[in-house]
């Protein structure tokens, strides 16, 4: 990510570029780049006041670790796992606002998107391939002998 000094550069050029727009378009593309400017500018004090700390995430199952570690990486979080901890327990070391905010919404958005994925494939395999609708609810109750 840039630097600090750098962001303020970008965004002192913005004002300049937006001072002297010729159009409207061109005023309003350098107002919206110099609103994100400066919103990384506040997120990044804002993240420097919430220390990195280490997060542990226990997730259900192997695809829900392997699409949590995949997300990790693509926002350039490191995650590890300590000897003896199972292989569904993921740990991290960010700032929790920050990470909340990013990866962890983007996993649970993905995490209800897999798992309705698979819960219409298996229904789907149940009725068609087995000839079967699969409800456990209608299973009688085995008595066991006296």
Request: aromatic share 6%.
């Given at each position: 990510m840039a630097s600090d000094r750098d962001l303020?550069?970008?965004?002192?050029?913005?004002?300049?570029?937006?001072?002297?727009?010729a159009t409207?378009?061109?005023?309003a593309a350098a107002g919206a780049a110099r609103?994100?400017?400066q919103a990384m500018?506040?997120?990044?004090?804002?993240?420097?006041?919430?220390?990195?700390?280490?997060?542990?995430?226990?997730l259900p199952d192997v695809w829900s670790v392997r699409i949590f570690v995949a997300l990790c990486r693509k926002h350039g979080v490191r995650p590890y796992?300590?000897?003896?901890?199972?292989?569904?327990?993921?740990?991290?070391?960010a700032r929790q606002a920050g990470f909340e905010r990013t990866v962890?919404?983007?996993?649970?958005?993905?995490?209800?998107?897999?798992s309705a994925y698979f819960d219409e494939t298996v229904n789907h395999l149940i009725s068609d391939a087995m000839k079967s609708d699969g409800d456990d609810?209608?299973?009688?109750?085995?008595?066991?002998?006296?």
């Open positions: 303020r550069e970008k965004l002192a050029k913005l004002g300049r570029l937006f001072a002297r727009g409207p378009g061109e005023r609103d994100r400017l500018l506040d997120s990044g004090a804002a993240d420097e006041a919430d220390p990195e700390i280490e997060l542990q995430y226990s796992r300590y000897p003896r901890q199972r292989r569904t327990t993921v740990m991290v070391r962890a919404s983007e996993f649970r958005t993905l995490y209800r998107e897999v609810e209608t299973l009688k109750q085995r008595q066991l002998p006296k």
